[in-house]
């Protein structure tokens, strides 16, 4: 059985300072895909020498994990519990916020001194009731520690972060058994997988355009597909450039009060809490 589109949703503009901004979820039309919460697209944007670099200083996280994707330029990470990672274009950064810390991502000193083009998609994963208050973890992976596997007919390429595509397992060991990639396809490239029953897909079209179930899919939307189906099928009415993830749903309570998502309020006050107290660790960049 074939998933179905249930609708398309547009990104919304929304700049953070001078970065230009697409947030495609949460909006007005859409509030989560459980188990994704928030999806981000900063760029593509170019930076002119001696600029200042990425606007995401300190701030703390809990409850929950991010995927970071870099599409060009950098990424330098720093957070309270694991250090310092710079990622560049075509890597990752998948970090676990879990019981807290605090983190900051900014470009390298290199790229704020030479500037260039600038290109990233953050995306929030939600953790179960019994995964919330997990070790933290941080693990950044370069674009050539990422498998590009192969599309049946040729066309295309999926950059495989987590899960199992054509033989091949991605570098990330997700908590929740995510499966996570970008997918690069050529103009009549066709995308094909059988996934898990009553699964919930992620798919979000990074640039281009696809047809899928009768509908277009085009950049900075968001397509909304039916849990109900185990097969999945779309190809590009030109180079296309997109995420795809999927899992399961938690259906569980969801409580978000700014950089911490809970099950309850309670949950969140305490988080509010433990940060000003600086039991999520302090850091200075």
Not at 95 to 109: F, N, P, Q, R
Not at 127 to 148: C, F
Not at 202 to 226: A, K, P
Request: proline share 6%.
């Amino acid at each position: 059985m074939k998933k179905k589109v249930k609708a398309i949703h547009t990104g919304i503009y929304d700049p953070i300072a001078d970065l230009k901004t697409w947030r495609a979820m949460p909006t007005q039309d859409i509030n989560n895909l459980d188990p994704f919460l928030f999806l981000n697209h900063h760029g593509p944007q170019k930076y002119g020498p001696d600029n200042n670099g990425l606007p995401f200083g300190p701030h703390p996280h809990r409850g929950f994990e991010t995927l970071t994707f870099v599409l060009q330029g950098d990424i330098t990470h720093k957070d309270s519990v694991s250090g310092e990672s710079v990622i560049n274009a075509g890597g990752i950064q998948w970090m676990t916020a879990g019981s807290g810390l605090i983190h900051a991502e900014v470009s390298s000193d290199e790229f704020k001194k030479e500037g260039g083009m600038e290109e990233v998609i953050q995306l929030w994963l939600n953790l179960p009731s019994k995964l919330k208050m997990t070790e933290p973890n941080y693990l950044g992976l370069q674009k050539d520690k990422i498998p590009a596997v192969k599309t049946e007919d040729g066309l295309g390429t999926v950059h495989l972060v987590s899960g199992h595509y054509n033989g091949e397992k991605g570098p990330v060991e997700s908590l929740t058994g995510l499966f996570t990639s970008t997918i690069n396809l050529s103009e009549k490239g066709e995308f094909q997988i059988e996934l898990p029953d009553d699964n919930q897909v992620l798919l979000y079209v990074i640039n281009g355009n696809i047809d899928i179930d009768g509908h277009q899919g085009q950049t900075h939307q968001l397509i909304e597909l039916s849990l109900e189906g185990n097969e999945l099928s779309f190809f590009a009415n030109e180079d296309s450039q997109l995420i795809f993830c999927f899992g399961k749903p938690f259906n569980e309570p969801i409580f978000a009060h700014g950089p911490f998502v809970m099950n309850t309020a309670e949950e969140i006050n305490q988080a509010i809490d433990d940060f000003q107290s600086g039991k999520l660790g302090t850091m200075n960049i």
